[in-house]
């Protein structure tokens, strides 16, 4: 097992030990609280932790070699088991956010909203703590599995964070204008929270489906593979004529086709380039595969056309 394999199975039973042990304080704060949006955050942190059991029993996969019988190597599991989790979060806080809806429609309930400022605001701080231990561990580790606990807990952070202000506040609204509010606040809070986190749930799916199907990445990546590569090709006075860029779960996989203008081309030379683009790109990307291929000057309208 290779030392970025362990540290990625660390943070994932750093991950899966925090999770479990915020899920049973939640649940068992939602039973004695009765809140929608305590369960919420219970249920969503309980469908993650299925989630990483998976991941740590398949971690290996990810990174075993490519072969001829599997040319990317198992990288697209990784981005399948990410669409599963994120359609889970999307169940679970669908599902949550039709029963909040429901209980308000039939007139809402009370809650403590003392008691339930007080907890978010420790399962928040718990959450920085987390948070900051798996970013300063993913220093030496390229991988969208990592990558999506450190968005799990931020957005852990954030509603943790904004329940606390939020019940804290709504401790006043009986003493005020606004205290036939009251009954429903703590659903209008479970509903801001699938609010919140929908986009990113949905951003992280988009691009899972993306890797899945081996869409192009994103255009700001593209543009930064294109400049890193032209820069050094115009070194070798290489003229690049085609970007293939495939991203499978953690790898980025480019293939850049260029001409030369002379009838002959040292291995040597091609060997150099090869070199310097897979060192800049694995030094300034992460984790990825390049290679250079020579192709003639009309290879995109032979082969490309519009």
Request: aromatic fraction near 10%; hydrophobic fraction near 50%.
């Amino acid at each position: 097992m290779s030392s970025t394999q362990k540290v990625e199975q660390r943070i994932l039973w750093i991950s899966f030990g925090a999770g479990a042990a915020f899920a049973i304080v939640e649940f068992i704060s939602a039973i004695l609280t009765q809140s929608q949006s305590v369960l919420m955050d219970a249920a969503y942190d309980a469908s993650e932790l299925i989630i990483i059991i998976l991941t740590l029993f398949l971690t290996p996969l990810f990174h075993r070699p490519i072969s001829e019988k599997c040319p990317y190597g198992f990288a697209q599991v990784e981005s399948i088991f990410i669409i599963i989790k994120s359609f889970m979060m999307l169940a679970v806080t669908v599902s949550l956010s039709v029963n909040s809806i429901h209980l308000a429609i039939s007139g809402g309930h009370t809650v403590d909203g003392g008691r339930i400022s007080r907890l978010q605001l420790v399962l928040g701080l718990a959450s920085v703590v987390i948070y900051a231990i798996i970013r300063r561990m993913n220093r030496s580790v390229s991988s969208p599995t990592v990558h999506a606990e450190l968005l799990g807990w931020k957005m852990d952070i954030g509603y943790s964070v904004g329940m606390a202000l939020a019940f804290y506040a709504s401790t006043f609204l009986g003493r005020s204008p606004l205290a036939f509010v009251a009954p429903y606040f703590d659903q209008i809070v479970a509903v801001i929270i699938v609010l919140l986190t929908l986009p990113e749930t949905v951003k992280m799916l988009w691009r899972a489906i993306q890797d899945v199907f081996l869409f192009s990445p994103e255009q700001s990546l593209v543009e930064e593979v294109k400049a890193l590569c032209g820069e050094i090709l115009g070194k070798y006075a290489f003229q690049p004529v085609f970007y293939d860029i495939t991203r499978t779960g953690r790898c980025l996989w480019i293939a850049v086709y260029f001409c030369i203008r002379e009838d002959t081309l040292s291995i040597p030379t091609l060997r150099s380039a090869s070199d310097e683009v897979q060192t800049v790109l694995q030094e300034k990307i992460g984790s990825c595969s390049s290679e250079l291929i020579v192709v003639p000057e009309d290879y995109r309208e032979l082969t490309l056309p519009e």
